[in-house]
């Protein structure tokens, strides 16, 4: 479905990613799990359009996709969930949800689309003439997790959206995730609780310094020494 080929991204004159190389197929769940600064963050931006790589191939279903705009790059079917939530504090929660459907032409195919978001989360519905800047932060996570799913992505990128929320939401959280997946979506999931992440996917991969150091089997990667030592704690 997603393929990564040597894709070097820059920031300025900081080189972030050095020659990252990662497949996500379709339907699973895959990770990839780092320090803070390690380049997490940036290959979903490189993924979705909002930064540029310098040099390497993105492909999407066979199709280079470097070289597009970031609505375009959701037009093809990838809908990012981004670090920090990104919602809309002044609108309600309705017209959030209706901004993440902004491609959208299809009324009915619209309408199944709030019903699947309400279906995941109900407190949306109850919450939908509220503004958005009044909810709590879990409800938020939810709110821009729900407005990536207006589109009907084929493929999720979900950035740390377990950060800040409370153990109980990071638990409802995760069993979205897994719902959503199981419903026939493809998720790339970027997250600091590296345990959480490897427990929910099929695969992953270490970051450190823009550099992919391990991959396998989530199962697999909860067993490694230094993936122990690093990011599980003992």
Do not use: W
Request: proline letters at 3%.
């Amino acid at each position: 479905m997603l393929e990564i080929i040597g894709a070097h991204t820059h920031y300025g004159g900081v080189k972030v990613l050095k020659g990252i190389s990662l497949q996500v197929f379709e339907q699973e769940i895959v990770t990839l799990i780092g320090a803070n600064g390690a380049g997490k963050t940036t290959i979903l931006k490189t993924i979705s359009g909002l930064v540029r790589p310098v040099s390497g191939i993105i492909k999407f279903f066979g199709e280079e996709i470097q070289g597009l705009s970031p609505d375009e790059i959701v037009r093809r079917g990838i809908s990012h969930v981004p670090e920090g939530r990104g919602i809309f504090p002044e609108m309600t929660v309705l017209e959030n949800l209706e901004l993440g459907a902004y491609i959208r032409k299809d009324k009915e195919g619209t309408k199944e689309s709030f019903r699947t978001v309400y279906h995941y989360f109900p407190v949306l519905e109850k919450r939908s003439k509220q503004l958005a800047g009044t909810l709590s932060g879990g409800e938020q996570q939810m709110l821009a997790m729900g407005r990536a799913l207006m589109i009907k992505p084929k493929l999720y990128l979900l950035d740390e959206p377990s950060m800040g929320l409370a153990p109980y939401l990071v638990r409802e959280v995760a069993n979205i995730i897994r719902r959503i997946n199981d419903e026939g979506t493809t998720v790339l999931l970027v997250e600091q609780n590296a345990r959480l992440a490897l427990n929910i996917s099929a695969r992953g991969y270490v970051i450190e310094t823009g550099r992919i150091t391990l991959e396998g089997r989530s199962c697999d990667l909860l067993t490694m020494e230094q993936v122990k030592k690093a990011y599980l704690g003992r």
